[in-house]
């Protein structure tokens, strides 16, 4: 693509726009009518809590099958997304622009003094816009940080799977292409069979919503975490039986650490007394845990999440670097947040996180960091 072919593709056209907003308006609608369990979410300072119903799967499968549809009838190309890529991109980082100075402008105007809508204004205006200013506010009684979280995930997979139509009928759809695919299915759809544990999260907790949020859902997640994807439309990367197999385990370890980790503080947080691998869970502190992979590392979730940003891009060989940006950025990320959890849980626990680091002195990495 030349110079000036780019610069009229970041212009969104009509279609761009009628693509995201028919996408936006089906989650918002599906999310409201569809069933799905009330989960209730963790309790904010002033002693209240919100409730999450998550029919992300029910809403995901429906969308699947509806997308189908279109595309048997006839309504729609099944390539719609990938032909579209940059001016939908345009179109959502526009988009996610307009609604971050509408709710920074929106929580200046709050007057409510409960946790999830009483503003926090810093009196600097980057700041504020940047980090949010409202932890939980609601459009028409949607709950937009829960909302632009599944949209972000959801849309993921629909550019993955528009990028391998195009790959089928091309004729390119080999090895690396289905291995990529399906790491990234499984993903997206296990992140949506357990989709209440993303009500313990730190970003549903306690980050409030701005553009740091809106952007890296709406954008930087489905745009970004698929260029592996759109790297392998336009190369053929051939994997050996060996290197198919090595990447399939780093997967499957990948996996079961991310998953079980963070399933085993959810479940602690819900019932701190439930059997973690068998047996009693170990406190120190009488709060913190030590049992299961929280005994293994203080932030062992990171490395299940690390294996499988990896996973991700082993597919794609090792010609290249571009393929290995979002391991790399993920890798980056969580370190500095290592760095800020552990800051913030040394001020608030003192001299019991002290006496847990001396259980689990790994952070991340077993016997390496």
């Given at each position: 693509?030349?110079?000036?072919?780019?610069?009229?593709?970041?212009v969104?056209?009509?279609?761009?726009?009628?693509?995201?907003?028919?996408?936006?308006?089906y989650?918002?609608?599906?999310?409201?009518?569809?069933?799905?369990?009330?989960?209730?979410?963790?309790?904010?300072?002033?002693?209240?809590?919100?409730?999450?119903?998550?029919?992300?799967?029910?809403s995901?499968?429906?969308?699947?099958?509806?997308?189908?549809?279109?595309?048997?009838?006839?309504?729609?190309?099944?390539t719609?997304?990938?032909?579209?890529?940059?001016?939908?991109?345009?179109?959502?980082?526009?988009?996610?622009?307009?609604?971050?100075?509408?709710?920074?402008?929106?929580?200046?105007?709050?007057?409510?003094?409960?946790?999830?809508?009483?503003?926090?204004?810093?009196?600097?205006?980057?700041?504020?816009?940047?980090?949010?200013?409202q932890?939980?506010?609601?459009?028409m009684?949607?709950?937009?940080?829960?909302?632009?979280v599944?949209?972000?995930?959801?849309?993921?997979?629909?550019?993955?799977?528009?990028?391998?139509?195009?790959?089928?009928?091309?004729?390119?759809?080999?090895?690396?292409v289905i291995?990529?695919?399906?790491?990234?299915?499984?993903?997206?759809?296990?992140?949506?069979?357990?989709?209440?544990?993303?009500?313990?999260?730190?970003?549903?907790?306690?980050?409030?919503?701005?553009?740091?949020?809106v952007?890296?859902?709406?954008?930087?997640?489905?745009?970004?975490?698929?260029?592996?994807?759109?790297?392998?439309?336009?190369?053929?990367?051939?994997?050996?039986?060996l290197?198919?197999?090595?990447?399939?385990?780093?997967?499957?370890?990948?996996?079961l650490?991310?998953r079980?980790?963070?399933?085993?503080?959810?479940?602690?947080?819900?019932?701190?007394?439930?059997?973690?691998?068998?047996?009693?869970?170990?406190?120190?502190?009488?709060?913190?845990?030590?049992?299961?992979?929280?005994?293994?590392?203080?932030?062992?979730?990171?490395?299940?999440?690390?294996?499988?940003?990896l996973?991700?891009?082993?597919?794609?060989?090792?010609?290249?670097?571009?393929?290995?940006f979002?391991?790399?950025?993920?890798?980056?990320?969580?370190?500095?947040?290592?760095?800020?959890?552990?800051?913030r849980?040394?001020?608030?626990?003192?001299?019991?996180?002290?006496?847990?680091?001396?259980?689990?002195?790994?952070?991340?990495?077993?016997?390496?960091?």
């Open positions: 693509m030349d110079a000036t072919a780019l610069a009229a593709s970041l969104p056209s009509w279609s761009a726009v009628v693509v995201l907003f028919s996408y936006l308006g989650l918002a609608t599906a999310g409201a009518v569809l069933p799905g369990k009330l989960v209730p979410g963790a309790v904010l300072p002033d002693s209240s809590r919100l409730h999450y119903r998550c029919n992300g799967l029910v995901l499968l429906l969308l699947l099958v509806l997308s189908a549809l279109g595309v048997y009838m006839g309504w729609m190309s099944p719609v997304i990938a032909d579209r890529g940059i001016e939908l991109l345009s179109a959502t980082f526009i988009f996610s622009v307009i609604v971050t100075f509408l709710l920074y402008y929106s929580g200046l105007r709050s007057h409510h003094k409960s946790s999830s809508l009483k503003p926090h204004v810093s009196g600097n205006f980057i700041q504020d816009w940047w980090l949010g200013v932890l939980n506010p609601h459009f009684g949607v709950d937009l940080k829960f909302f632009f599944r949209a972000g995930m959801m849309a993921w997979l629909f550019i993955n799977l528009s990028l391998f139509a195009k790959s089928y009928l091309a004729g390119s759809a080999n090895l690396s291995l990529y695919q399906f790491f990234c299915a499984w993903y997206i759809v296990d992140y949506f069979v357990h989709e209440e544990l993303m009500t313990s999260t730190w970003d549903i907790i306690a980050e409030r919503l701005g553009f740091m949020l952007f890296g859902d709406l954008v930087f997640i489905p745009f970004t975490f698929t260029i592996q994807g759109w790297w392998l439309l336009r190369n053929n990367v051939e994997l050996s039986l290197a198919a197999t090595v990447n399939c385990f780093i997967f499957v370890i990948g996996y650490v991310f079980g980790a963070n399933k085993q503080k959810h479940v602690f947080k819900k019932s701190p007394k439930a059997l973690i691998w068998g047996k009693t869970p170990k406190l120190v502190g009488g709060k913190l845990l030590v049992s299961g992979y929280w005994g293994i590392a203080r932030h062992c979730n990171y490395l299940g999440d690390i294996l499988l940003a996973s991700f891009s082993l597919p794609c060989g090792t010609s290249s670097v571009i393929p290995y979002y391991p790399t950025y993920l890798f980056i990320l969580l370190i500095w947040r290592e760095r800020r959890d552990e800051a849980c040394s001020e608030k626990y003192k001299e019991i996180w002290v006496e847990y680091c001396k259980h689990v002195p790994w952070r991340i990495f077993p016997y390496v960091y």
